[in-house]
Structure formats: structure tokens, C-alpha cells
């Protein structure tokens, strides 16, 4: 069932992409990622009260609340880094490079730290998976070559690529660490209590923000893009909800390899929704990370 849940939330977070893509131009990463974890919390919330789960918040360790709490912080500073990464670099070399170092350096914690073994199919599939994300995201360097901001260093050949590597190397790191605090918050958490911890914390954090950055809050971008920030928003929820439950269901080092599939599945949906065209590395990039998959699943 966690495999299954795992392979459901890079579906997710695919298709969440792919509907905030439509998005305006005025629409910063702030104002996704707020959105994203005020309506999370909320729905969260209602799911808590309607099935009791919330009850339950009393009786959480401390210890494990520290942990989710302190993972979403993490995870929400790695999101706003890995955005500011893209705005310096290519996609084509920001998203290999943070997914690759994210699998690897989970894998490799999870079995330092947390015990979790990593079998010949989670070594297998992750090899795999990484090959494929660097393949689905290299057929888009020579068009952002061409139709780029002129004002981004990176497309110039100066320091702008550098930058934008080592701070998808940063994300990388500090969604490592979040996934690993996850991990442990989870043990002795219900899994929709873990996720409404995970969006509390910066849902709180966000509110501050708003009012001492004006140009960061969502009122001011809500008008024209409000549809595709909520529905983005709704999936980030499902998202956050799979997340949890795959983590409870399932090892660390499974999950970790199989949500990375995402970039395949948003070639899929943006094919399938946006019309978008695959080319050879594409289709040789989602053949890789079916091979992922299917390699993780079998031989572990």
C-alpha cells in the first residue's frame, strides 16, 4: 500500500505543477507556497475534526511534534531556495542535480540513521529514476536558451549557472533533512495528524511575512489567478496527505525513490493536458524511470 500511496503523490505533485504552470507572471514562489499551505492547513483541519483525529493532538510526544514541526521549516526553506535556484539556472540542470542529491543523500542517511537498509532494487531504480530525470529535463536547456530572460546571468555564461547549481545542491540538503524528520515525527504521530503539523508551522510563518512584505501577500495576485492557485492548492493537500501515509506504509528508502518519479509523470500530464510534444530524450527518460520503478518494486 505505501508503494502504491508513494507512486500517488508524484502523480499529485505532478499534476500540481502542471496546474500552477498556468499561473501569471506577478505570481511569485511565495504567494504558491502560502496559498499552498494556508488552504492545506484548513482542509486539513476539517478532516481532523471530521474523522477525530484531531482529538488525538493531546496526546502526540513532544518529541515527535518537534520533529514534524522542524522538518516542515526545512522543507518550506528548501522550496523557497529551490525556486530562487531555478530563477538562476536552467531547469534542465537545477532539477537533475537537486533530485539526484536528494535521493542519494536519503538513501544514504535513511540507512545510516534511521537503519533502513538500502536494498540492490532501492539502489537499482534509484540509478535509474536519476537517469531518467536528467534525460526528461534535458531536452528543455536549448529552448530556455532561446527564450530566456536576457537578464538571467546563467544564459550568459557567467557565474549565474554556478549559483543556481549550488543552491539546488542546498535544496537538496535541506529536503533531505526533511524527509528525514518526517520520518521520525512519524513514528509515533497519526498520519493526518503529521501532515496538519507540517502545514501548521508555516502556515503560521507566512502570516508575519504578509504583513511585513507587502508584495508577498496573495490578495495582491488572487484576482486573475485565484482559480489555479486553490486547485493547486486542494492538490498540495492530497500531496502532503499520500506523503504521510506512503511514509507510514511503506520503507523510507522506497518512498523517497518512488515519489522522485514526478518529473515523469508531469511529461505525461503536461502531454496529455497542455498538448506539450515528447521528443526522444523525453520518451527515453520515462522508459528509464518506468524501469525505476519497476526494479524498485521487484527486487527489494
Excluded: C
Excluded at 101 to 129: C, E, H, N, T, Y
Excluded at 208 to 220: D, K, Y
Excluded at 291 to 296: D, E, L, P, Q, R
Amino acid at each position: 500500500m505505501g508503494e502504491s500511496l508513494a507512486l500517488l503523490n508524484a502523480v499529485i505533485w505532478a499534476l500540481t505543477g502542471v496546474v500552477t504552470k498556468g499561473v501569471g507572471r506577478n505570481v511569485k514562489p511565495i504567494h504558491i507556497v502560502t496559498t499552498q499551505v494556508w488552504v492545506g492547513f484548513l482542509v486539513l483541519i476539517t478532516i481532523g475534526l471530521v474523522t477525530g483525529h484531531l482529538q488525538e493532538l493531546a496526546h502526540v510526544q513532544l518529541r515527535s511534534v518537534l520533529y514534524l514541526a522542524g522538518g516542515a521549516l526545512v522543507n518550506t526553506a528548501g522550496s523557497l531556495v529551490f525556486w530562487q535556484a531555478i530563477s538562476r539556472s536552467t531547469v534542465s540542470k537545477v532539477y537533475p542535480t537537486t533530485q539526484s542529491i536528494f535521493i542519494s543523500i536519503s538513501v544514504l542517511a535513511g540507512w545510516l540513521f534511521l537503519g533502513d537498509s538500502p536494498q540492490i532494487g532501492v539502489v537499482g531504480g534509484a540509478i535509474l529514476i536519476i537517469g531518467g530525470v536528467i534525460l526528461l529535463n534535458r531536452k528543455r536547456d536549448g529552448a530556455l536558451k532561446k527564450s530566456a530572460d536576457p537578464s538571467l546571468p546563467s544564459e550568459h555564461g557567467s557565474s549565474g549557472d554556478y549559483v543556481g547549481i549550488g543552491l539546488a545542491g542546498l535544496t537538496s540538503i535541506l529536503w533531505a533533512v526533511g524527509f528525514l524528520s518526517t520520518v521520525v515525527g512519524l513514528q509515533d504521530t497519526p498520519p493526518v495528524l503529521a501532515a496538519t503539523i507540517r502545514n501548521f508551522v508555516p502556515a503560521i510563518l507566512f502570516i508575519p511575512i504578509a504583513f511585513m512584505i507587502p508584495s508577498s501577500r496573495v490578495s495582491r495576485v488572487f484576482k486573475r489567478n485565484g482559480t489555479r492557485l486553490i486547485l493547486g492548492a486542494v492538490l498540495f493537500v492530497g500531496s502532503s496527505l499520500t506523503f504521510v501515509l506512503a511514509l507510514d506504509n511503506a520503507p523510507p528508502g522506497v518512498v523517497v525513490v518512488l515519489i522522485n518519479t514526478s518529473p515523469m509523470w508531469a511529461v505525461v500530464l503536461a502531454m496529455v493536458l497542455l498538448k506539450e510534444r515528447l521528443d526522444r530524450y523525453a520518451l527515453a527518460g520515462a522508459a528509464l524511470s518506468v524501469a525505476g520503478i519497476f526494479v524498485t518494486l521487484t527486487f527489494r
